[in-house]
């Protein structure tokens, strides 16, 4: 939020220079171009609070004026103001960071008829580990991520018999495309693709049910928080701003006219 508003002060400012001594046309000019930003926050990324801020302000700069010309224009931007403030607002800060925590839980789930401690991605082969200082150092890092990442496991103990392990690359991956799909999620969700952040929160309930132990508990309990997820509305109907941006070129337009007139 407060780099948004450094960049619109900047925009200003610059526009302040362009347009010169005339303070009546920069302060309208400005009023415009906060109600542009007001408009290209809520229709593109749905964004109440950056809205009403630039809407404030452009109301304020028509207000600074002091021609009632431009009163229906704010009157107009106070009912959309006051639209805003009713309007739902969706936490997409909240939403990002319980997806992230999900992420995180992933390396603890077990494997369906598995042991829950990942495996250990796939051996580098004997050629990397002869090459140069530089290979070592690569290996020494896969190594140390490896511990760091073993350390964070939880053996499991099941009353039942254990199947046959699958090979170490296919546990590892099994873990590796549920938190790619958790990912998808998280991007679909910063960009408010609806559809996309469903289906992904959708794939990755599947994948989980195909593949991890449904009687766990902790997998249980992610199932439940992917389907409060799932339940979450990123596009909810917001209020059109656009009306005040309307009567402005209007009135500004019939302004112009009636100068050239006189």
Do not use: C
């Amino acid at each position: 939020m407060q780099a948004q508003r450094i960049q619109m002060d900047n925009s200003l400012s610059e526009m302040q220079r362009k347009l010169g001594s005339d303070q009546g046309q920069w302060r309208i000019s400005e009023a415009e171009y906060l109600m542009r930003v007001a408009n290209h926050r809520l229709t593109l990324e749905g964004d109440v609070a950056t809205s009403i801020t630039a809407l404030e302000a452009a109301d304020s700069r028509l207000r600074d004026t002091h021609d009632p010309a431009w009163n229906s224009v704010r009157e107009e931007v106070a009912r959309e103001i006051a639209a805003l403030k009713i309007a739902p607002t969706v936490d997409m800060a909240g939403l990002s960071a319980r997806i992230g925590g999900l992420i995180r839980q992933v390396d603890q789930l077990p494997l369906r008829d598995q042991g829950g401690i990942p495996p250990r991605p796939p051996q580098a082969s004997e050629s990397i580990e002869s090459l140069t200082a530089e290979g070592f150092n690569l290996r020494k890092i896969l190594d140390d991520l490896w511990e760091g990442f073993k350390s964070m496991m939880v053996v499991r103990h099941h009353d039942r018999p254990i199947a046959a392990m699958l090979p170490p690359e296919q546990r590892y991956f099994l873990y590796q495309n549920l938190q790619l799909k958790l990912e998808g999620a998280k991007v679909a969700l910063l960009a408010r693709d609806e559809g996309l952040y469903r289906d992904s929160l959708r794939a990755a309930a599947e994948w989980i049910e195909g593949n991890f132990e449904m009687e766990a508990g902790e997998v249980q309990a992610l199932l439940a928080q992917l389907q409060g997820l799932g339940g979450e509305v990123l596009l909810p109907d917001l209020p059109d701003i656009s009306g005040s941006l309307r009567i402005l070129h209007a009135r500004r337009e019939a302004l112009e006219k009636q100068g050239e007139r006189q």
